[in-house]
């Protein structure tokens, strides 16, 4: 069974104070993994997408990595606007059109 | 044009009522998905549409009937809900090609 498990649940940063998420995964066989950027009441806003070990993506202040075992979501000089819970999912090549999503990290940047 | 629409934004319904959400795309997607999200958790997938046609039913009780009248759109038929069926339903769409979900705003769905 395919498993995503985010890190930490919380995260509370100064404007300014550069951090990481973490999402680790097990997975049959990696498809793809996806980062979203989620707003309260709203829908996931697509971010990344990491298709093999050592890619990694930059936008704005986020850059995302990949290894075989986990992902990181850095996040450089943040700004309260990056206040959001920012989802983390995978595709398995054994999972047809299903996408398995961690719990989310939410995010607080203060001012 | 990378957007998912999905009306109405907010719905009250009792539980006697029947009531739609929709959802578009004009993105030529051929891929639509249905999703629950309850407070702090992630989105639960409950159907999946390909090309038109359910491909996957996430076992969700048949209170709940999707429907893909075209490639473009996708509706959700409610009846009889639970009060436990409250939260934000999601649409989203994908390029068979590709498997990045764009996801629309949501439905904010209170059942009294």
């Known amino acids: 069974e395919d498993q995503v498990t985010q890190s930490p649940e919380a995260l509370r940063l100064q404007e300014g104070e550069s951090s990481s998420l973490n999402c680790s995964y097990t997975?049959?066989?990696?498809?793809?993994l996806f980062w979203y950027r989620q707003d309260p009441g709203k829908g996931p806003e697509f971010l990344f997408t990491l298709y093999s070990a050592g890619e990694e993506k930059e936008k704005e202040r986020l850059k995302a990595t990949l290894t075989k075992k986990e992902s990181f979501l850095h996040i450089t000089a943040p700004k309260p606007e990056d206040s959001a819970t920012y989802l983390c999912?995978?595709?398995?090549?054994?999972?047809?059109?299903?996408?398995?999503f961690g719990e989310g990290t939410q995010l607080t940047v203060n001012p | 044009d990378t957007e998912v629409t999905q009306t109405p934004k907010h719905l009250v319904m009792g539980m006697t009522n029947k009531k739609s959400l929709k959802c578009e795309q004009h993105?030529?997607?051929?891929?639509m998905y249905w999703y629950k999200q309850k407070a702090k958790k992630p989105p639960e997938l409950m159907f999946v549409y390909s090309y038109e046609k359910l491909s996957i039913n996430e076992s969700v009780p048949s209170r709940f009937s999707p429907e893909c009248p075209n490639s473009s759109l996708l509706n959700l038929h409610l009846h009889a809900l639970q009060p436990e069926d409250s939260a934000l339903y999601l649409c989203?769409?994908?390029?068979?090609?590709?498997?990045?979900?764009?996801f629309g705003p949501g439905t904010r769905l209170t059942v009294t």
């Open positions: 989203a769409s994908s390029d068979r090609i590709s498997p990045e979900q764009y």
């Open positions: 993105m030529g997607h051929r891929a």
């Open positions: 999912a995978v595709h398995a090549w054994t999972s047809g059109s299903r996408l398995t």
């Open positions: 997975v049959s066989g990696l498809r793809g």
